[in-house]
């Protein structure tokens, strides 16, 4: 089974320019505000209305910046929702991976349970120890030819996912002539992700030397 991988890169640029907007509205609506109380206190007043009328020409620029705070807060609660799809997406290809090496490994023979014989007379345990005796003749006759059968070697996976050639993230080292790159979710190498910086080199170590022996 394959999760199809997709790129949350223009996700993360749609979400920081929403966010750069919020910020501009919220430095427009502290102007406004500011301007309002400013043009309220250059205007002669009898009496002491001054506090009142300052607070009445400031609501439009708070207005302003209230809209802005809400469009900062839905660009955060977007980023996380982006990310918490792109995680559930690696968590996804690693328990999917990890189902595909149980699947390929081979079972460990499994052991015969000794019967006891407490109470039994003679003849019954010499029966129940011949019964015992002829499972494990067969696994022995059977031992050799198993012995003879090469094991098979595991196949590797590409090196580089389904996009071999993606170069998105800061690129940590090169190993190899190969790039590995460190993105928001771990270690790539192209698209395909790698617990660690060690787990990178090992692979492309692997695929190296499978070309050298080709």
Do not use: C
Request: hydrophobic content about 40%; glycine content about 8%.
């Amino acid at each position: 089974m394959n999760v199809k991988h997709r790129d949350y890169s223009n996700s993360y640029t749609a979400i920081k320019v929403f966010e750069g907007f919020g910020m501009l509205v919220v430095g427009i609506g502290v102007v406004v505000a500011v301007y309002g109380i400013t043009k309220v206190s250059a205007v002669p007043q009898s009496g002491n209305p001054t506090v009142v009328a300052a607070i009445i020409a400031a609501l439009p620029g708070a207005g302003i910046a209230i809209a802005g705070t809400v469009n900062l807060v839905l660009a955060k609660m977007a980023e996380a929702s982006v990310h918490t799809a792109e995680m559930t997406q690696q968590l996804l290809r690693i328990a999917i991976r990890k189902g595909e090496d149980d699947d390929t490994s081979e079972l460990s023979p499994r052991q015969g349970n000794r019967t006891t014989t407490y109470g039994r007379s003679a003849s019954e345990e010499a029966k129940a120890s011949l019964l015992d005796a002829a499972p494990a003749q067969k696994e022995s006759a059977l031992a050799p030819a198993k012995a003879k059968e090469p094991a098979k070697a595991k196949p590797l996976r590409p090196l580089g996912g389904n996009k071999p050639d993606q170069a998105d993230g800061d690129l940590v080292e090169t190993h190899r002539d190969v790039k590995i790159y460190k993105r928001d979710t771990g270690i790539f190498i192209g698209s395909q992700w790698y617990p660690g910086v060690d787990a990178a080199k090992q692979a492309i170590d692997q695929h190296t030397e499978k070309k050298d022996k080709t």
